[in-house]
């Protein structure tokens, strides 16, 4: 049981040496503690999943129902097929905000489009740790009401 549950997707867990150049040189435990550290600066607790299986997702998010209050997701690439992904996340009903690290409507087109985005309370992209900090930001004044 946490407040907020951060989510990271497939590929997420080689963060520091997948492809530094677009995603930057922080691990996912570097994230990790950022995202921690984030949620008890607005008195939230937190915990931190990765996988590299979709049916884990899917299921994080329906536990998330009875243990998290907010939920603050990068899907990685499930973002933009997974509509098992995208129907879970729409049965979870506090706050929800999809995070990318990369500016995904720079790179490939196939990137463009996210099939979570409709059923999130909002999307940042680009901005690397510090649209997690973001996020933790907007989940927090979404929990007060604002
Ligand atoms: C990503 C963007 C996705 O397109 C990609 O598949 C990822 C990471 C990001 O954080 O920028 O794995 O979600």
Redesign the pocket.
Known sequence: MSDIIYLF????DRLGTRDPA??GSATLADLGVGCIDAARGHGLSAEVLQSNREADLVEAVHAAVKRNRAIVI????L??YSYSLADALAIFSGPKIE??????FA?EPW?HVSVVAPVVDGTI?GLGALGLTLATEAVAALLEGN
């Open positions: 997707g497939p590929n997420l677009v995603y990068n899907p990685g690439a973002t933009h995070v990318h690290l990369s500016n995904v790179r990137r992209v």
